[in-house]
């Protein structure tokens, strides 16, 4: 993450997010793990339809994804093959694939991630739109499944997308959404930031006493 809150660049400068954000094509030196911020950038006004997929390596949790700033329509959900004797996820959904052999579509059993899911044979799900469509902030993505979800960026601001599940969260499954930049309301003149923070060795020491 940045050392201080994107909103206040304005105040405190650039923070080269060109040196933080991730690239658009990760290298395959970090299939093992790299750290970056992940901004997408998104105009004023404009329909945004996001895919979330939950498969690949040990993909057996579902996922609670929240979105801050805005509501979204979910018009769509592809679920895995479930085991009929104990309700376990056995295959992945079928309407997505892998261009590389590292990810086999109908079973979990992979080595390495799928960086280029795309959709089978180019056929794209029929979307679901109308006065009944649900609308929500959080969405549950199940193990095996996807879920498309679409929205209005009326909101200018930077938005956090994230996993509800703190390990997924600190891990990694989060991105910030860059909406209408130009229209961002900048920060108050004054405004304090906090900058990196790390807790002391002697403070977690004295928490554990306290707890313990």
């Known amino acids: 993450m940045p050392p201080k809150p994107l909103q206040l660049q304005s105040l405190f400068g650039s923070l080269n997010l060109n040196g933080l ?8 030196s970090c299939l093992d793990g790299c750290t970056c911020l992940h901004v997408l ?3 004023y006004g404009k329909t945004v ?10 993909s057996h949790n579902s996922h609670s994804i ?3 700033g805005h509501s979204f329509f979910v018009t769509a959900v592809g679920y895995g093959g479930y085991n ?15 261009q590389s052999d590292e990810l ?3 079973s979990f059993s992979t080595t390495r991630p799928c960086t280029d899911l795309h959709w089978r044979k180019g056929k794209r799900p029929a979307v679901n739109l109308n006065p009944n469509t649900v609308r929500k902030d959080s969405v549950i993505v199940p193990s095996g499944a996807y879920v ?6 009326s909101s200018p601001g930077y938005w956090f997308l994230h996993c509800h599940l703190d390990p997924h969260h600190v891990e990694g499954m989060a991105l910030v959404l860059n909406v209408a930049e130009t229209l961002q309301t900048p920060a108050p003149l004054g405004m304090k ?5 790390k807790l002391p060795i002697s403070n977690r020491l004295v928490s554990r006493e306290l707890v313990d």
């Open 193 to 197: 930031s906090c900058g990196d923070f």
């Open 41 to 43: 950038s998104i105009p």
């Open 104 to 106: 086999d579509a109908n």
């Open 49 to 58: 339809r996001l895919v979330l997929i939950n498969f690949g390596i040990e």
């Open 84 to 98: 009929a004797n104990d309700g376990s996820v056995s295959t992945t959904n079928g309407a997505l694939s892998c």
């Open 148 to 153: 498309i979800i679409q929205f209005v960026s």
């Open 66 to 68: 929240h979105l801050h």
């Open 21 to 28: 954000t991730c690239p658009a094509q990760q290298p395959n």
